[in-house]
């Protein structure tokens, strides 16, 4: 069964810095692999997703990930942080296996921004 | 282009009744997943359809049960409901061609069971 952990429930950043959101996964096969932001009282937007190839993914607003299969990883970052990303980010793993297409979900990661 | 949309916004049901929620997939996408996101948590997979044909289910009992129509929208029908079922139900959808498994989300209806 594939799994995503996520460390840390809550980052809380400074406006202009590094936004550095970890994820890691389990998965028995090559992974499908994405980042969803959710804001308040809102459904799930995709960020940017790995699926064959460069292993260094560009998202929206500025975000991007680095699929590191040897640590089994897909850490989220953006350079300068802007107010607007206070928000909730989700890793996902997909499974593409014969019983449907399902996501399987981390704990999220609560992202605050400083003044 | 429209997204994917889902109604009501907000519901709140007594322990033990039965409730209906509605999905219309974004234009083109055959393919309907349904997810609840309990407060604090990731949402977890309830099931998907597929061409009118459950395609898959995630660890939930059979008193969570879904529709999927010929216009490819959707309902997901809880019955006897329990106060745990309280949670913020999401409704993604996909094209059957996509195979790598990004789904497109709606804004989700917030079940309140008391």
């Known amino acids: 069964a594939q799994s995503v952990t996520q460390l840390g429930s809550h980052v809380s950043v400074s406006e202009g810095a590094l936004v550095l959101l970890r994820c890691n996964y389990s998965s028995s096969v090559p992974p499908y692999l994405f980042w969803y932001v959710q804001y308040p009282n809102q459904g799930l937007q995709l960020l940017l997703k790995y699926t064959t190839g460069a292993t260094l993914v560009k998202g929206i607003n500025g975000f991007e990930a680095e699929f590191k299969k040897s640590e089994t990883s897909f850490h989220l970052t953006k350079p300068s942080a802007h107010m607007s990303d206070a928000a909730e980010y989700f890793c996902a793993v997909s499974d593409l296996g014969a019983a449907g297409n399902k996501l399987t979900f981390g704990g999220g990661t609560r992202v605050l921004v400083k003044p | 282009e429209t997204g994917v949309t889902q109604s009501p916004t907000h519901l709140i049901k007594t322990r033990g009744q039965q409730v209906t929620l509605r999905c219309s997939s974004q234009s083109g996408h055959n393919t309907v997943s349904w997810y609840q996101q309990a407060l604090g948590q990731g949402p977890q997979f309830i099931f998907q359809?597929?061409?009118?044909?459950?395609?898959g289910r995630g660890n939930f009992p059979p008193r969570f049960s879904g529709l999927q129509f010929p216009n490819y929208s959707s309902e997901l029908n809880v019955n006897a409901l329990e106060l745990d079922d309280s949670a913020l139900y999401l409704c993604a959808s996909s094209p059957g061609t996509a195979r790598t498994g990004e789904q497109y989300f709606g804004p989700g209806t917030r079940l309140t069971v008391t």
């Open positions: 359809y597929y061409r009118e044909e459950e395609n």
